[in-house]
């Protein structure tokens, strides 16, 4: 291929097995400027990064997400020791897909650097149920904002093939 940017695209799998080891504080802050330098709908970076390090809140978050639809038994964050979650305002018309934006721009520098990410919507019946607002301060989103996603990141401990791409997924309209 020859070109960085289509090799990471190519390259980078959703990592569900990670490493005890924290990240370092040099890789969050590649991950966090990638983030910041995404694009949105007039500039207006409806966005919020909030790291979490801290394993009893990721678990009392996980615990409340599979509560809300009534599972167990399952590691939704797959022991990474960083989540990246997202807020964002949702009174923004372009929010959510500006958020897709910067996720992507994680999870790439993410895989560039050598980590490991997936993107996680399974965390949002926590901010969905009686905890959400609770869970809003604990990861100090401004006032107002709403969780749009959650990004696991870490040590890959394993990983997958690519999948397969599906075919009929395209049509040319001349």
């Known amino acids: 291929m020859g070109n960085p ?8 799998r959703s990592i569900r097995a990670y490493k005890p080891d924290q990240i370092k504080k040099e890789e969050l802050e590649i991950l ?18 909030s790291v979490l390090q801290n394993a009893e809140m990721i678990a009392e978050i996980q615990e409340e997400s599979l509560k809300q639809m009534n599972e167990k038994g399952k590691d939704i964050f797959f022991k990474a020791p960083t989540v990246i979650f997202i807020s964002c305002d949702p009174v923004s018309r372009w929010g959510r897909h500006d958020v897709g934006i ?3 721009n994680i999870c ?8 490991g990410t ?12 009686p905890k959400g607002d609770h869970f809003a301060k604990l990861l100090k989103f401004p006032e107002g904002y709403k969780y749009a996603v959650a990004i696991s990141v870490g040590y890959p401990a394993g990983s997958k093939e690519a999948h397969p791409i599906a075919p009929g997924r395209i049509d040319y309209i001349e």
């Open 5 to 12: 940017v289509l090799e990471a695209i190519s390259g980078r």
């Open 32 to 49: 966090l400027k990638a983030a910041q330098e995404a694009p949105s709908a007039a500039n207006l970076q409806p966005w919020h990064y």
């Open 102 to 104: 910067t996720a992507e």
């Open 108 to 115: 790439l520098a993410a895989h560039a650097i050598g980590l």
């Open 118 to 129: 997936v993107m996680l919507g399974r965390a949002e019946p926590a901010f969905n149920g």
